[in-house]
């Protein structure tokens, strides 16, 4: 998977709790994204970095916040997870030619 | 706004047998238009990719077609193979907006 790894592969947590999610690449890429997959939703981006610190909203955006201190990590958090965020989480990468994504191998997430 | 619409949503195909997956788009800026393919338990990953200045791509079984004035291209698998049975994304990318758009996915299904 690119040298991308997600931690954990799955989590199952109760509504209300945090959660963070951590995605760490050995490729020295500077563009990093989370996306949340869904059944008959494809996939969505929540967000996106650009570089250390440097991070934007995607479509999805509400509820998760993220964070990136360094180029390898990537964090996402959910302050108060909910049912609705029930979902495989994958990180992506890529580097200057943005036309093309290298994917973890995902985390599942189950909120009960 | 659904920039991107991928059809169908799923597919069953027998062995020997031509896979299509088509994806149409609204967004005249998208200049790259990739497929990526997605195994369960996996991320997705690119499978092939074609510029708009060329209608057809070929890298062994698979085929990109594509048709600039009907704003769409397609996925062909020659031979289909269970070993191809996965989802499959169309991720049209436009490199004036930096941004890559995912389509809904395609579950093919080859059986025996």
């Known amino acids: 998977d690119a040298g991308i790894t997600q931690s954990p592969r799955h989590k199952v947590t109760e509504t209300g709790t945090p959660v963070t999610l951590r995605c760490h690449q050995t490729e020295n890429h500077r563009y990093m994204y989370w996306y949340r997959q869904d059944p008959g939703h494809g996939l969505r981006l929540i967000h996106y970095s650009y570089g250390v610190k440097d991070t934007d909203k995607g479509e999805v955006s509400d509820g998760y916040s993220v964070s990136r201190s360094k180029t390898e990590d990537f964090l996402l958090t959910l302050e108060s997870a909910t049912s609705s965020q029930t979902s495989v989480y994958f990180c992506?990468?890529?580097?200057?030619?943005?036309?093309?994504?290298?994917f973890g191998a995902g985390t599942r997430l189950s909120v009960l | 706004q659904q920039q991107v619409k991928q059809s169908p949503q799923s597919l069953i195909v027998q062995k020997g047998g031509i896979s299509i997956i088509n994806c149409a788009y609204e967004?005249?800026?998208?200049?790259?238009f990739p497929w990526y393919q997605q195994f369960p338990g996996k991320g997705p990953a690119l499978l092939i990719a074609?510029?708009?200045?060329?209608s057809e791509k070929k890298e062994g079984r698979f085929t990109i077609s594509f048709n600039k004035s009907a704003k769409q291209f397609s996925l062909h698998i020659m031979d289909s193979q269970p070993g191809d049975s996965a989802t499959y994304f169309c991720a049209p990318y436009s490199g004036g907006y930096q941004k890559v758009t995912f389509g809904t996915g395609t579950k093919l299904q080859v059986i025996p």
């Open positions: 967004n005249t800026a998208f200049d790259y």
């Open positions: 992506a990468i890529s580097g200057d030619k943005k036309n093309i994504q290298y």
């Open positions: 074609i510029r708009p200045d060329v």
